[in-house]
């Protein structure tokens, strides 16, 4: 009898052990993908939070101001003055009359 049972349950792992090898190597490989996934995520926000608001020039903090109407980053220890995307041309865009008039005002010297 337990010839027997040995001879069934051989076969039965002849039969579902390629099964079995894929099932746990899938379960492995989705873990390792979600342990990386996590890792990524926290070494982001770990970075985010090192240099968020800090100054590009000599690393201090930064603190939000306006000018012109739009809110630019001034460093707080080096006092310069960074633009996020589009803050710039909004600035300019702003002053494009007193620019014109300013080089108008230069040719007729």
Known sequence: MVDQDNKREDEWFL????????????????REQQRAAKEK???????????????PKCGHDMKEEPLEGVTVDR?????????????LEQILAQKDDQRRGFFRKLVKI
């Open 15 to 30: 039969r579902n052990e390629k099964q079995l090898l894929d099932t746990a190597r899938t379960a492995r490989l989705k």
């Open 41 to 55: 995520a926290e070494e982001t926000r770990r970075l985010k939070d090192l240099h968020l608001m800090k100054c």
């Open 75 to 87: 460093c707080t220890h080096c006092e310069g003055i960074f633009f996020d995307a589009g803050e």
